[in-house]
C-alpha cells in the first residue's frame, strides 16, 4: 500500500511539472521576453514587457504597438520557450525563422513566477 502510494504521488508530481512547462510558454504567463539575434552585423530584437509592451528592433529602423504585438508573440510561439529549452535547439529554431547566419543568441525570459532564465550563444564558441 506504502508502495502504492509513493508511485501515485511521484507521477503526480511528473504530471504537474509537464502542466507548469507547458503553460509557461506562453507570453500571457509572462513577465519580460527579449530575443536578440546578430546576423551579418545587424541586430535583431524583439522585446515584451508585461503589462502589454512590445517592440521589434531590426538595425535602426523599431517598431511599436500591434504590429509588434504580432510580431513578439510569433517568434515567442516559434521558438518554445520554457525553462527547459537549451540554447543550441533556441538557434536552430530561430535558424527555421529565416535567420539562417546567426552569429550570436541571446534570450531573456522572466516567468510569471519572476524567475529570470537566460540563453546565450555565440558562433565563435562552436
Known sequence: MVKNSIWIVILVCLLSMHAHAVKASSLENSFSFKCMVMVN??????????PNEFEVESGREVVKGEKAEREVIAL???????ELARA?????????YGFD????????????????YTWV???VDE
Open 88 to 96: 543550441e535547439d533556441l538557434v536552430k529554431s530561430i535558424k527555421s
Open 101 to 116: 547566419d546567426v552569429e550570436r543568441f541571446e534570450l531573456k525570459w522572466m516567468d510569471a513566477s519572476g524567475r529570470l
Open 121 to 123: 550563444w555565440d558562433e
Open 41 to 50: 552585423g545587424v541586430e535583431h530584437e524583439w522585446e515584451f514587457s508585461s
Open 76 to 82: 515567442f510561439q516559434h521558438l518554445q520557450v520554457t
